[in-house]
């Protein structure tokens, strides 16, 4: 999924750390502003006991189909009132999981509204003319978020198996959305993948013999909340709010028809405003969560350009214990005045031990430990 931040191709990066500092003998572990569950994803598969939270509905509706979703989903009760199996193309699948993919595949798109509100076709005669979308994939959102919706209604799906369907409807409009990356903006020529139909795929399923839990709320109020083994943090690191950039997938997240507006159709988010995207307030907020956080070990993402400056986030870290660092180069494409440069960031991934009160005194500075492979963001 094309998201900002998202630490999908720096995994094995996360990973060797995890190795490194973590390794065996922890069970629960927190990943409090979890985005798109990668790294949740990540840690379940460790064997881990997880915690996910976001601030967005959008990150709830994903965590909850990577973490709980534990073995092939059996749909039931849905399967049971005969509607799935009504689809000739349906049959021709051996699982339930597929056949529900198949019949939601099949469904006639509506002109419902992400069409009257995302597609050329139905905002034409408006104040702005928008093409997220085209028509045909618009119309198709449409009919399979509210065909899930009604089945969620009925309580003909669990709370986990419409969140995987929700969380396979996110991911096929990302692939089809006529966009560079967020959804602040629209390309005003279409895209080559805009132009695709737009079809749900099976996401992969990670078995876990353990349950996990998610939540949506606030992360500094969470992490003082619960005790955890291990907590790992990603908070937001530029002035972009994510409630903004990603607001047509937490419409699908949110399954309501909200009053939009502008030309991008932006939906009312500020009550998802972050304090980490705001320079004035994010150094406070981080110290804040590293001081209340109840954890024997602390991981944290940041970006060499994000708005807390590295010497900041070590004179914070200090106060839990002796701060370590590692970091990670990828490369990133930029367009600069109409022509073009690469240029290589980095990603610091910092880990504390967390010391008793008594000993956290006298932390000595940290330095960068070591300097892994570069990888290609995405």
Same mark, same amino acid.
């Given at each position: 999924?094309?998201? #900002?931040?998202?630490?999908e191709?720096?995994? @094995?990066?996360?990973?060797?750390?995890?190795?490194?500092y973590?390794g065996?003998g922890?069970?629960y572990v927190?990943?409090?502003?979890?985005?798109?569950?990668? !790294?949740s994803?990540?840690?379940?598969?460790?064997g %881990?006991?997880?915690?996910?939270n976001d601030?967005?509905?959008?990150?709830y !509706?994903?965590?909850?189909?990577?973490?709980?979703v534990?073995?092939?989903?059996?749909?039931? &009760?849905l399967?049971e009132?005969?509607?799935?199996?009504?689809?000739?193309v349906a049959?021709?699948?051996?699982t339930?999981?597929?056949?529900v993919?198949?019949?939601? %595949?099949?469904?006639t *798109?509506?002109?419902?509204?992400?069409? &009257?509100e995302?597609?050329? *076709?139905?905002t034409?005669?408006k104040?702005?003319?928008?093409?997220?979308f085209s028509?045909?994939?618009?119309?198709?959102?449409?009919?399979?978020?509210?065909?899930?919706?009604?089945w969620q209604?009925?309580?003909?799906v669990?709370?986990?198996?419409?969140?995987l369907?929700l +969380?396979d409807?996110? =991911?096929?409009a990302? =692939?089809?959305?006529n966009?560079a *990356?967020?959804?602040?903006c629209f /390309?005003k020529?279409?895209?080559?993948?805009a132009? =695709? @139909?737009?079809?749900?795929r099976?996401?992969? /399923?990670?078995?876990?013999?353990?349950?996990?839990? $998610?939540?949506?709320?606030d992360?500094?109020?969470?992490?003082g909340k619960?005790d955890?083994?291990?907590?790992?943090?990603?908070?937001?690191?530029?002035?972009?709010?994510?409630?903004?950039?990603?607001?047509?997938?937490?419409? #699908?997240?949110?399954g309501?028809? @909200?009053? !939009?507006?502008?030309?991008?159709g932006?939906?009312?988010?500020?009550? +998802?405003k972050s304090?980490?995207?705001?320079?004035a307030d994010?150094?406070?907020?981080?110290?804040?969560i590293?001081?209340?956080?109840?954890?024997?070990?602390?991981?944290?993402?940041?970006?060499?350009?994000?708005?807390?400056?590295?010497e900041?986030?070590?004179?914070?870290?200090?106060?839990?214990?002796?701060?370590a660092?590692?970091? $990670?180069?990828?490369r990133?494409f =930029? +367009? %600069?005045n109409?022509?073009s440069r690469? %240029? #290589?960031?980095?990603?610091?991934?910092?880990?504390v031990? !967390?010391?008793s009160e008594?000993?956290?005194?006298?932390?000595?500075?940290? +330095?960068?430990?070591?300097?892994?492979?570069?990888?290609?963001?995405a």
């Amino acid at each position: 999924m094309r998201f #900002i931040g998202s630490k999908e191709h720096l995994l @094995p990066f996360i990973e060797d750390a995890w190795g490194r500092y973590i390794g065996s003998g922890v069970r629960y572990v927190g990943d409090l502003f979890c985005g798109t569950a990668a !790294v949740s994803r990540l840690l379940k598969r460790l064997g %881990n006991k997880v915690v996910a939270n976001d601030n967005l509905r959008l990150g709830y !509706v994903l965590a909850q189909a990577a973490l709980n979703v534990r073995d092939e989903p059996a749909f039931h &009760r849905l399967l049971e009132t005969g509607e799935v199996a009504e689809t000739a193309v349906a049959s021709l699948y051996p699982t339930p999981y597929d056949q529900v993919l198949a019949y939601l %595949n099949s469904l006639t *798109g509506d002109e419902g509204f992400f069409f &009257r509100e995302y597609s050329p *076709g139905g905002t034409r005669d408006k104040e702005f003319e928008r093409c997220y979308f085209s028509d045909g994939n618009a119309k198709k959102i449409d009919a399979i978020r509210r065909k899930i919706g009604c089945w969620q209604r009925a309580e003909l799906v669990s709370e986990v198996e419409g969140c995987l369907l929700l +969380s396979d409807l996110m =991911r096929a409009a990302n =692939r089809v959305a006529n966009i560079a *990356g967020t959804y602040g903006c629209f /390309i005003k020529h279409w895209d080559a993948r805009a132009q =695709r @139909p737009l079809a749900l795929r099976r996401s992969v /399923i990670t078995p876990s013999l353990h349950s996990h839990e $998610v939540f949506c709320m606030d992360a500094n109020t969470l992490a003082g909340k619960l005790d955890f083994d291990v907590l790992y943090l990603d908070p937001p690191y530029t002035w972009r709010h994510y409630g903004a950039y990603y607001h047509i997938l937490e419409t #699908i997240a949110q399954g309501d028809e @909200p009053q !939009v507006s502008g030309r991008t159709g932006l939906r009312p988010w500020e009550q +998802s405003k972050s304090r980490y995207c705001d320079r004035a307030d994010a150094v406070s907020a981080l110290r804040e969560i590293v001081l209340s956080a109840r954890t024997r070990h602390l991981l944290l993402s940041y970006n060499e350009e994000g708005l807390i400056p590295h010497e900041q986030i070590i004179g914070i870290l200090r106060d839990r214990g002796k701060p370590a660092c590692l970091e $990670v180069g990828y490369r990133r494409f =930029r +367009s %600069n005045n109409g022509g073009s440069r690469r %240029n #290589i960031l980095k990603e610091r991934l910092y880990y504390v031990q !967390v010391e008793s009160e008594r000993s956290r005194e006298g932390g000595q500075p940290c +330095s960068v430990l070591a300097q892994a492979p570069k990888q290609r963001a995405a």
